[in-house]
């Protein structure tokens, strides 16, 4: 089996394939990381923020509460677990999840692991009759890797506004792009940056921009009429129990449609209750202690973004007026999140599959039609079927345990015989 992309949700499976108890199927697992290492949101690995879920929702925990690859075995071996114990809290920082799933990458003794392997295309392969027998994929350095299986765990594509298009791609830094960025910005000057959204990741690079350039003096545009809390009630979140999966599944089209809308507070267009009050706390302590750096600009949009000389420009709409004025920068930072629909690799790789409609099985199997013999398994990208958990680590270690299930099913069925 072969896995596209080493974060959270690949890590979770290769976990419960290794403690499956089918070393064949483990000893034939490998996992296709781009990069040279593993980190969970590694653009937005900032010192102080915090996940906003809690640690038993890691890899494992929820689908084995047992099992040696927990977070809490990983502060335990690290020798951690006083001191995270002494937090008092279930939110880690975001740095530590990201360390934990690379020691659980780096403690895997059956599935491996292969680092800077980009891939490039993925193409059927196809038996004499037409049918799809697996999947070959392509690497940025020509080798190719043949899988019967394929799982594909990359995420979305990030979604940059039409309205920025005109942009040189130098001015525009999204929220994936983040410290690597930023970092290679100058400091010695007030570079003037502007944050676009009114999310987690938006208001985390504008306060980030106050320690990043000291010198800067950040204004964050959002539509609405200010930041808003996560909705966090304890009814509506269990919604991201992986039980509720069954249940959303089951829900006509039209009652899936209605449930998104509705909790789209639990997961978009909202900062955690405590970080949103840490923010407010900043932009107070600026105004009333004279030392005002930055600005918020809500009920506002961008109509229009060129560049003017040395300056990009952005026309800037109050939705309150109407009024319509120009806002001077150097750079714009978005945090506009992601592409709603399926990634270009998934698009592409169903195109060359044949495939007119991406249709996943409650276990997240694509159809392929009953004469394939390889099979192609999406994770994180199917909230329209399986609910806005979906994206989140909140499911992985159920998600894992369907995965599995069906692989190994698959493999009963095909040793039994008619």
Same mark, same amino acid.
Request: glycine fraction near 6%.
């Given at each position: 089996?072969?896995?596209?992309?080493?974060?959270?949700?690949?890590?979770?499976?290769?976990?419960?394939?290794?403690?499956?108890?089918?070393?064949?199927?483990?000893?034939?697992?490998?996992?296709?990381?781009?990069?040279?290492?593993?980190?969970?949101?590694?653009?937005?690995?900032?010192?102080?923020?915090?996940?906003?879920?809690?640690?038993?929702?890691?890899?494992?925990?929820?689908?084995?509460?047992?099992?040696?690859?927990?977070?809490?075995?990983?502060?335990?071996?690290?020798?951690?677990?006083?001191?995270?114990?002494?937090?008092?809290?279930?939110?880690?920082?975001?740095?530590?999840?990201?360390?934990?799933?690379?020691?659980?990458?780096?403690?895997?003794?059956?599935?491996?692991?292969?680092?800077?392997?980009?891939?490039?295309?993925?193409?059927?392969?196809?038996?004499?009759?037409?049918?799809?027998?697996?999947?070959?994929?392509?690497?940025?350095?020509?080798?190719?890797?043949?899988?019967?299986?394929?799982?594909?765990?990359?995420?979305?594509?990030?979604?940059?506004?039409?309205?920025?298009?005109?942009?040189?791609?130098?001015?525009?830094?999204?929220?994936?792009?983040?410290?690597?960025?930023?970092?290679?910005?100058?400091?010695?000057? @007030? +570079? *003037?940056?502007? %944050?676009?959204?009114?999310?987690?990741?938006?208001?985390?690079?504008?306060? !980030? /921009?106050?320690? #990043? $350039?000291?010198?800067?003096?950040?204004?964050?545009?959002?539509?609405?009429?200010?930041?808003?809390?996560?909705?966090?009630?304890?009814?509506?979140?269990?919604?991201?129990?992986?039980?509720?999966?069954?249940?959303?599944?089951?829900?006509?089209?039209?009652?899936?449609?209605?449930?998104?809308?509705?909790?789209?507070?639990?997961?978009?267009?909202?900062?955690?209750?405590?970080?949103?009050?840490?923010?407010?706390?900043?932009?107070?302590?600026?105004?009333?202690?004279?030392?005002?750096?930055?600005?918020?600009?809500?009920?506002?949009?961008?109509?229009?973004?060129?560049?003017?000389?040395?300056?990009?420009?952005?026309?800037?709409?109050?939705?309150?007026?109407?009024?319509?004025? @120009? +806002? *001077?920068?150097? %750079?714009?930072?978005?945090?506009?999140?992601?592409?709603?629909?399926?990634? !270009? /690799?998934?698009? #592409? $790789?169903?195109?060359?599959?044949?495939?007119?409609?991406?249709?996943?099985?409650?276990?997240?199997?694509?159809?392929?039609?009953?004469?394939?013999?390889?099979?192609?398994?999406?994770?994180?990208?199917?909230?329209?079927?399986?609910?806005?958990?979906?994206?989140?680590?909140?499911?992985?270690?159920?998600?894992?345990?369907?995965?599995?299930?069906?692989?190994?099913?698959?493999?009963?069925?095909?040793?039994?015989?008619?």
């Amino acid at each position: 089996m072969l896995a596209i992309g080493a974060g959270p949700a690949n890590l979770a499976l290769a976990v419960a394939i290794e403690e499956s108890g089918s070393p064949a199927l483990a000893e034939g697992t490998l996992l296709l990381e781009q990069h040279p290492d593993i980190k969970w949101q590694r653009n937005l690995l900032l010192p102080w923020a915090r996940s906003q879920v809690s640690f038993l929702k890691d890899l494992v925990t929820l689908r084995n509460p047992r099992s040696r690859f927990s977070f809490l075995s990983f502060l335990h071996e690290k020798g951690r677990l006083d001191e995270f114990v002494n937090l008092s809290t279930f939110n880690p920082y975001r740095w530590e999840l990201s360390e934990y799933m690379q020691w659980v990458a780096h403690s895997l003794e059956s599935v491996r692991v292969r680092y800077d392997a980009r891939g490039q295309r993925i193409d059927p392969w196809r038996a004499d009759d037409g049918s799809i027998r697996g999947w070959v994929v392509t690497l940025a350095n020509g080798d190719t890797v043949r899988s019967r299986d394929l799982v594909v765990g990359i995420g979305r594509d990030p979604r940059v506004p039409d309205v920025f298009g005109e942009l040189p791609a130098d001015r525009v830094i999204h929220s994936t792009q983040y410290c690597t960025r930023v970092a290679q910005l100058p400091t010695d000057r @007030p +570079l *003037r940056a502007v %944050v676009i959204g009114g999310a987690q990741s938006a208001a985390e690079m504008f306060v !980030a /921009l106050h320690k #990043d $350039l000291p010198a800067c003096e950040p204004t964050i545009v959002l539509r609405s009429v200010g930041f808003q809390n996560y909705q966090t009630s304890k009814f509506v979140n269990e919604l991201f129990f992986p039980s509720f999966v069954d249940e959303f599944y089951d829900s006509a089209p039209e009652v899936r449609r209605q449930i998104l809308d509705e909790v789209h507070l639990t997961n978009y267009a909202g900062l955690a209750p405590p970080f949103l009050d840490e923010t407010y706390s900043m932009l107070y302590q600026q105004k009333m202690l004279g030392a005002r750096q930055s600005e918020v600009r809500s009920m506002t949009e961008v109509v229009r973004a060129r560049v003017e000389g040395d300056e990009v420009v952005l026309d800037l709409r109050d939705r309150k007026s109407g009024k319509v004025e @120009p +806002l *001077r920068c150097d %750079v714009v930072l978005l945090g506009t999140g992601y592409e709603p629909r399926m990634p !270009a /690799l998934v698009r #592409d $790789l169903a195109e060359r599959a044949g495939i007119d409609d991406i249709a996943v099985s409650r276990r997240y199997r694509v159809d392929l039609g009953e004469s394939a013999w390889g099979a192609l398994y999406l994770q994180g990208v199917n909230e329209d079927t399986h609910g806005i958990a979906d994206s989140l680590i909140s499911v992985l270690a159920h998600r894992s345990a369907d995965i599995t299930g069906d692989l190994l099913d698959r493999r009963a069925v095909e040793v039994a015989g008619p």
